[in-house]
């Protein structure tokens, strides 16, 4: 087939493909790797496995992984992932003994957190990872105390917070890790909280210091329009962005008709389908999400759904709170409820569709994208 059919004909054909399918064309011959290897054909890949998803009741390249309870040494929890669409869950565990925090996601990648939060990038579908060394230095710090004097420290992990965030940078095809090194509040009463930013650049495979964050952040980054994306801790509904081309923070305002109110419990930041996303959860056991249709245009924040508008599906609510993961433009929303994804459009249902793990709303989940792009670099393929 190779040697019959133009050059054109087989990228169109190869693009429809799954990843594992492409990673065992890779050895058939020099000709089909170097095509499949290449960075443009990644990409194209990457962005058609992307649009062939926009129906959120027929999603085939996208996953939801997530950790699941096990009760076999050396690891209490285990990562699973979980096709959207009918297939059986995989075991995603990218080392058997070691313990992992799922920080974000980009593009088919996963950060990932282990040890002493050392950082890995992972790509899950090609099972391929890359340990990222941290900078020399990373536990030394010096801490202002007053005046000029000044002091260094050594401080071991657990004496730090360690806020993470994985995207991509388009203009200079880059994938990039930000960490937020956080000091304690009440490590020194004459002291406010530090932020200390260091960005992790997959092209040079190098670190660097940048502009601090003017804010304490919390959670795993979601990556937006080219932005990372964080919570501000203490400060409402404020969210704190981060431009990854121009390395600057910058301050992103929440729904204008919110305010910080006692009777909301829980406020989640989360990017739905490439979307910045906000979910509210209140004392009245309802959820609110809200979605900033148009980036960058506070006025363009809309409640796209609420749990209580289906109070007459009971089954909705057997397994508590859902959880919100994917949002389209049309007013499709996909939600988890346990063991079971349910897509609305407004208030109608669209799909019901099993799942063979029970997710809970209290262990994070996050959604991928299968890929080809390589945890060593953004030009290689993995």
């Not at 000044?150 to 994985?166: E, K």
């Not at 490439?274 to 809309?302: F, H, I, Q």
């Not at 289906?310 to 609510?317: G, I, L, M, Q």
């Amino acid at each position: 087939m190779e040697k019959n059919l133009p050059e054109e004909i087989m990228e169109e054909i190869l693009y429809k493909l799954p990843v594992k399918s492409l990673s065992r064309f890779k050895c058939v011959s020099k000709s089909l790797n170097s095509l499949i290897s290449d960075k443009d054909f990644i990409k194209h890949h990457l962005k058609k496995s992307i649009t062939d998803d926009e129906d959120l009741s027929d999603m085939t390249n996208h996953k939801l992984i997530t950790r699941f309870k096990h009760d076999q040494p050396p690891t209490f929890f285990r990562h699973v992932s979980c096709s959207l669409h009918k297939q059986p869950i995989i075991k995603s565990d990218f080392n058997e003994n070691m313990v992992f925090t799922i920080m974000g996601s980009c593009n088919g990648l996963l950060l990932v957190a282990a040890g002493a939060n050392l950082p890995y990038l992972w790509n899950p579908t090609t099972k391929k990872y890359k340990k990222i060394d941290l900078p020399l230095g990373f536990y030394e710090e010096e801490v202002q105390l007053g005046h000029d004097d000044q002091v260094n420290i050594f401080s071991p992990p657990r004496r730090y917070d360690y806020v993470y965030g994985l995207g991509y940078d388009e203009s200079n095809d880059d994938y990039k890790i930000v960490c937020n090194k956080v000091s304690p509040w009440n490590r020194n009463p004459n002291l406010s909280r530090m932020n200390h930013t260091l960005m992790y650049s997959s092209k040079t495979n190098s670190w660097k210091k940048i502009e601090n964050s003017p804010k304490s952040l919390c959670l795993p980054g979601k990556f937006v329009a080219g932005r990372l994306h964080w919570l501000c801790s203490m400060d409402g509904f404020d969210i704190i962005c981060l431009n990854l081309t121009e390395e600057k923070y910058e301050i992103v305002g929440g729904p204008q008709s919110f305010t910080n109110n006692a009777e909301f419990k829980v406020v989640k930041l989360e990017e739905l389908g490439g979307y910045l996303s906000l979910t509210y959860m209140n004392g009245r056991a309802d959820v609110d999400v809200w979605v900033m249709t148009e980036y960058g245009k506070r006025e363009s924040w809309s409640k796209v759904w609420t749990l209580s508008n289906f109070v007459s599906a009971p089954a909705d609510r057997v397994n508590g709170r859902p959880i919100p993961f994917l949002w389209r433009k049309n007013g499709d929303i996909a939600v988890a409820f346990g063991s079971e994804i349910v897509v609305y459009n407004g208030k109608n249902v669209v799909s019901r569709s099993p799942l063979d793990i029970q997710l809970v709303a209290k262990v994070r989940c996050y959604v991928y994208v299968e890929s080809l792009v390589s945890p060593f670099g953004s030009g290689a393929s993995a």
